[in-house]
């Protein structure tokens, strides 16, 4: 009998994806969202590329123990993903309480479910944000965390410290919960089919929404946040990763953990391409991949930014047997054609 994973936040972006993923890799699906930050676009788009009309859905929210228990009662889960959790970072300044309950309450749930229904894998979808301004680039597992620049940042670092807590209470005892934190850097790109990709609500805050929104005519003018910072062109360098290799990267975590090979109870994972790429690059390979000329100008940096941060990803490359492998030119291709779909 097929494994089956529970996907939490499975509507949204990176967790359509990876649904996608899963499913073509073999696994049952179980999906939650409480559609906060997503309508049922995406989930509609993963029954159409996978041509399953019977994916369990539970509009939930994670925060609601008895909601989240319902599904562990109605299904014998393997295994959580967890994506489930708010994600704009400057939000998360003015609006602490709200990321903190949100964040760690839907986290907490999880886990508290796991174990009651005798302990799971559980997947935790954590950020290069804990490694904040790292002095060493590129960075690797043991790249010393840093101080949180925000308190979505700190929710990732702390749902990171309960994950491991939690591996270590349970190892011995009879419900034995498993973890995994992928730490993720730059996620971009749309599926291939462009029946799937980003979906943000109102102005976007990250860049590559904002660029094609700027493209198909939604925004006026991409503002990019800094030209003078230390680097050859001027602008911020980032490790953009493909979504589709990211959710890939889930696939071969879930297969480690079912197949018996994590050396430890709990373990993390950089996911990322280990290629810098900087953000005047990014808008000049989009201009050439599109035939788009955008409209852009230089601005003030963006308050809390990183001047540099990329990926050494060897050690998800060798004991994942992953490695990402699309180009950054097809991944813009891809969200591209997602924000054209987005139009028709
Ligand atoms: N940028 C612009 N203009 C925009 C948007 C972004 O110039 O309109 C720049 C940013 O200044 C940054 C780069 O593009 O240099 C990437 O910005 P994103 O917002 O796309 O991504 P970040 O690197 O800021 O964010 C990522 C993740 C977050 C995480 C954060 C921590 O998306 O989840 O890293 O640094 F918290």
Redesign the pocket.
Known sequence: MSKKVLVSGGAGYIGSHVTVELMAAGYEVVVADNLSNCDLTCFEGVKKITGRDDIPFYQIDCCDYVSVDKVFTEHKIDAVIHFAAF?A?GESVSEPIKYYSNNLVSFLNILEAAKNHGGCNVLFSS???VYGEAKDLPVTEQTPRMPAMSP??NTKTMCEDILRDVVYATSTQDAVIKGIALRYF?PIGAHPSALIGELPRGVP????P?ITQTAIGKREC?????NDYPTEDGT?L?DFIDVTDLAKAHVAAVARMFEGRMKKGYEIFNVGTGRPVS?YELVTKFEQVSGVKLDYKFVAR?EG??MA?WADPTFANRELGWKAERTIEETLASAWAWEKHLAE
């Not at 991409?222 to 800094?226: C, N, Y």
Request: charged fraction near 15%; glycine fraction near 8%; hydrophobic fraction near 40%.
């Open positions: 994600k970072v950020s290069a944000t979505y940042g730059n805050n990250n860049l590559v904002y991409l503002s990019i946040f800094g911020c980032r953000v963006r930014d990183v941060l």
